[in-house]
């Protein structure tokens, strides 16, 4: 999990206090701010799962690339090897 994805959590929950808390002592303000930080938060949750499947995705295209590359050098070495025996 995500830096970001922690605190975006973390926001939310930081709203719903503020917005109950502004429910319950008729605090329109307070509501609407807690309101605000919920749809911050989340936002701020979305950004840190993008981080974390960017992460993953890069993770797995380096791999790959490894294997490409392993893939290409054996390649070259059965066609250098079938060369030798064409001279």
Partial sequence: ME???VKGKMMQAKGKVHE????VI?????EFEGKGEQVVGKAQETVG???????KAEKSA???????????AKAQKKVGQ???KLT
């Fill in 3 to 5: 830096k970001n994805e």
């Fill in 49 to 55: 799962k993008i981080q974390g499947s960017m992460a």
């Fill in 26 to 30: 008729g605090s329109k303000p307070l």
């Fill in 62 to 72: 380096a791999k790959t690339a490894v294997k490409a590359k392993k893939t290409v």
């Fill in 20 to 23: 109950t808390a502004g429910k």
């Fill in 82 to 84: 079938a060369a030798k």
